[in-house]
């Protein structure tokens, strides 16, 4: 079993829609939970991050944490085309300087 | 700022030929970056952590004699594929860490990762 499950999609909504995506996770010691974005053969990029649980808000991006549940999850609202991409889950253990394990990542199309 | 970049974006070699690949933190000091792996349609895959002036630090199954690390200066770390087979196609990505900052937030801090644009490696 892999330590951080996402399903790979792809994910096809429609603009203006609200893109929902998660991820599981096994192990729960992690405590910092992060979201990338990654373009077609571009490096990832970091949107948000989350420490411990809670929510998280940022302009059209929604970042939900559930210790209990070991669950993951971000939202996109009033989704653009140019936030097509593969969206990346990645978890650290208990100190910020640990090492990043990521998801599968969900590739997402938004469809004009 | 914080810009991460990799040289070269795209290499093709030949079987049996080594190939280096160079990644370099453009306006920041890394003490820290780290090596991943990224085959098609999967995650990123850690292959070793590099700190400057030491040995690197290789995950399990990653064989440190054919992937190898040196972060010779705090700006600079480089990745050689040695003896590369076909098998060793990937798209290699590379990430450091501001040696000073840190960003802090609701009484946490989280030191990010910021990652190169990758290399594409093909072994014919």
């Known amino acids: 079993q892999k330590e951080v499950e996402q399903d790979p999609g792809p994910l096809s909504v429609p603009e203006g829609a609200i893109v929902s995506l998660n991820c599981t996770y096994s192990?729960?010691?992690?405590?910092?939970f992060m979201w990338y974005r990654q373009y077609s053969r571009k490096g990832p990029e970091l949107l948000m991050y989350t420490y411990s649980s809670g929510n998280k808000e940022d302009g059209r991006f929604t970042a939900q944490v559930d210790k209990s549940s070991k669950y993951i999850s971000l939202f996109i609202r009033d989704s653009q085309p140019s936030d097509s991409a593969t969206y990346l889950c990645a978890m650290s253990l208990t100190d910020s300087w640990g090492k990043l394990q990521f998801g599968a990542g969900t590739q997402v199309v938004v469809t004009p | 700022g914080a810009v991460v970049s990799q040289h070269p974006s795209w290499v093709i070699c030949k079987s049996g030929t080594s190939v280096k690949i160079e990644c370099r933190s453009l306006d920041f000091q890394a003490t820290t970056m780290f090596w991943y792996r990224q085959f098609p349609k999967q995650s990123l895959m850690l292959m070793a952590t590099?700190?400057?002036?030491?040995?690197?630090?290789?995950e399990q199954g990653v064989e440190k004699d054919k992937f190898l690390i040196n972060h010779a200066s705090l700006t600079l770390s480089t990745l050689t594929v040695t003896s590369a087979h076909p098998e060793d196609s990937s798209f290699y990505i590379c990430s450091a860490r501001d040696r000073l900052g840190a960003h802090l937030t609701s009484g946490s801090s989280y030191n990010e990762q910021f990652f190169g644009p990758g290399t594409r490696l093909t072994v014919l």
């Open positions: 590099s700190n400057e002036g030491s040995k690197a630090t290789y």
């Open positions: 192990n729960s010691a992690f405590q910092y």
